[in-house]
């Protein structure tokens, strides 16, 4: 039995031509895809040395990088913490005490290193944030320590403006590593020049590790840094420090120390001579030195002005001004009357410097003011004494007229001249016209003013003031004090008046001899402390007519009494005993008044509360009920 695996010779012949023919087939093929596969195996070797190339050098690199660090593999506990997020800083300043400070710390292997950049984020100007070593114990800033070069940066170093400060440990251990940096602006990048421009200034600092890996929890801080005009550069002028001061006509307001009050006639000029006042102005800055800006000078009301470095070369030329530094400012009248008020600011700042008044006046004048005494002068004047009274001439709508002469414009009348006497003294811008009133016997006489010869004559006068010529010859005296009664220890003023035998206070002496008897005037009770009238007064003054004495009132209470006798240089009648009473209230009656009066208050509220108590006991028995 022939066995079915068994192939008949046709078919095997059959199949061997076809392997052949299959295997000469696939051996073309191959020889075909062998070609085409070894040209890229060609390629891709070519390709993969160069990228065997490159990788064997930036392992080499790496290798290097990694050989040179130490083998820490990143910063530890590093911070960078600011003092403040705002700061301060005036343009005549870089670092001060009160900058804003930045301490960065880290812990790191010997070398580590890490770095500080201070940078501007935003501010009006160029002006670069810089950072001064203000203190540093345990790391080395700015140190060449691996190279072996120069040493480390000393407290006081500064970086330039927008550059990084390197710090370097110097711990090999688990030491913390720390520096601290004033921060401050500096103009471009000159760490010594203040910055320029006032305004606000947002920098930046930002902390970076050096060739040991990122930072672990140090993080960018901000700090604003305001920047405001130094006063001691400020070119403006303060109204605080700044001086301007008037002075009539052609009296040099430079050398002045106060204001002159300007009264003058309205009529016009176009010439210096015209000028009625001038003013001149020192400028200076807040901090008091020289300022440069200039002044607007502007009048308003009546009047014009001019400026000119010379002051007679001064002109009129316009109602507002800009006046250069130094120049004198000159007003002039234009015709019209009233009061010309000239406001100084400053050009740049508009800072109100001062304001000045000049009164422009008719030239005649149709009132008269009441006359009065001057202040440091009496009404009461001794024989062959003087006073000066005053008046003020004004035109029709009150402006004081100046330029009137004395005899011609103006005349004084005395009521009386067997009693005192006039003559025309001074004018004042202030009081107006002045005569002097001279005594000539004992009286009265009252002192006006007209505009014309006689008194009788004149349209136009003014109401009368009334002078006394007295004596210095004694007849009286008086003895009082300020108040009826005093606590313990209390000022008392003691007030002596000298008459004379009209009953009037003496004028013409200063000292008195023999107004009271040889013992003055006594207490009854020793006084806390003060002096009294002793017989002989002295220092009396001929402007109140009057001594005055101060005395503490003793510091017990009860009546207490001064008592005089009138002195050999009085009257025989007034030589006589008088005794002037007042009070001191005694404290432990007044204490004993004052517990009298809180027990009675007292008692009422007792009073009131048992009432209360008695209504509440009566309500709850008829609620019960």
């Excluded at 014009?304 to 002039?332: E, H």
Aim: positive net charge.
């Amino acid at each position: 039995m022939t066995s079915n695996n068994q192939v008949s010779p046709v078919i095997r012949i059959s199949r061997g031509e076809r392997d052949v023919s299959a295997r000469a087939t696939h051996l073309k093929a191959a020889s075909k895809k062998y070609l085409e596969t070894t040209i890229e195996r060609k390629q891709m070797s070519t390709t993969t040395n160069f990228k065997r190339i490159a990788l064997v050098a930036v392992a080499a690199l790496g290798l290097g990088v990694l050989s040179s660090v130490p083998s820490q593999a990143v910063i530890n506990a590093d911070s960078l913490t600011i003092s403040s997020a705002t700061a301060a800083q005036t343009t005549a300043e870089t670092f001060t005490a009160t900058s804003a400070t930045a301490t960065m710390s880290f812990l790191g292997a010997s070398n580590d290193s890490v770095t500080v950049t201070a940078s501007l984020v935003s501010g009006p100007a160029a002006a670069l944030p810089s950072l001064r070593l203000v203190e540093t114990s345990s790391a080395l800033v700015d140190s060449n320590v691996i190279t072996g070069a120069a040493g480390a940066r000393t407290v006081g170093y500064a970086t330039a403006g927008n550059t990084a400060a390197v710090i370097y440990s110097t711990s090999a251990g688990a030491a913390v590593s720390s520096a601290k940096f004033a921060v401050y602006l500096s103009q471009g990048n000159d760490k010594t020049t203040a910055p320029t421009t006032a305004g606000t200034y947002v920098v930046r600092l930002t902390p970076a590790a050096v060739g040991v890996g990122p930072l672990v929890g140090a993080t960018a801080q901000t700090i604003t840094i305001t920047v405001t005009a130094a006063a001691a550069l400020d070119r403006n002028m303060s109204a605080a420090t700044t001086k301007a001061y008037i002075q009539a006509t052609n009296t040099d307001a430079k050398l002045a120390a106060q204001d002159s009050t300007i009264v003058a006639l309205k009529t016009a000029g176009s010439t210096n001579a015209a000028m009625v006042a001038n003013i001149a102005v020192t400028q200076l800055n807040a901090a008091g030195l020289a300022a440069t800006e200039s002044i607007t000078a502007t009048i308003s009301g009546p009047g014009v002005l001019g400026a000119n470095a010379t002051l007679g070369s001064v002109v009129p030329t316009g109602r507002s001004l800009v006046v250069q530094k130094g120049d004198y400012i000159g007003v002039f009248p234009d015709g019209s009357t009233g009061v010309g008020t000239i406001t100084l600011t400053g050009s740049t700042s508009g800072a109100l410097i001062s304001t000045k008044t000049v009164t422009f006046s008719d030239i005649a004048a149709t009132k008269y003011a009441t006359p009065t005494i001057a202040a440091t002068d009496s009404s009461v004047i001794a024989v062959a004494g003087t006073t000066k009274v005053s008046v003020l001439a004004q035109d029709a709508t009150s402006n004081l007229v100046s330029g009137l002469v004395g005899g011609t414009d103006y005349w004084a009348y005395s009521s009386n001249t067997a009693v005192a006497t006039v003559a025309t003294y001074s004018f004042s811008a202030t009081t107006g016209y002045g005569i002097i009133v001279t005594g000539v016997s004992a009286g009265e006489a009252e002192i006006s003013f007209g505009n014309a010869s006689t008194l009788a004559a004149a349209t136009i006068k003014s109401a009368p003031i009334k002078v006394r010529v007295g004596t210095a010859v004694p007849s009286n005296v008086t003895v009082t004090l300020d108040k009826s009664t005093y606590a313990p220890g209390e000022k008392m003023t003691m007030t002596v008046t000298i008459l004379n035998a009209a009953g009037l206070p003496v004028v013409g002496a200063t000292s008195y001899a023999n107004i009271f008897s040889a013992t003055g005037v006594t207490a009854s009770i020793n006084l806390q402390s003060g002096t009294l009238p002793t017989g002989t007064i002295a220092d009396y003054s001929n402007t109140t007519n009057t001594k005055t004495y101060t005395l503490y009132a003793p510091v017990t209470g009860g009546k207490l009494d001064f008592t005089y006798t009138g002195g050999t240089a009085l009257a025989t009648a007034n030589q006589v005993a008088r005794t002037v009473s007042v009070t001191v209230a005694d404290s432990g009656a007044a204490a004993l008044a004052a517990v009298t009066a809180l027990a009675t208050t007292v008692a009422s509220l007792r009073t009131l509360i048992v009432t209360l108590t008695n209504l509440v006991l009566k309500i709850q028995k008829k609620v019960r009920a």
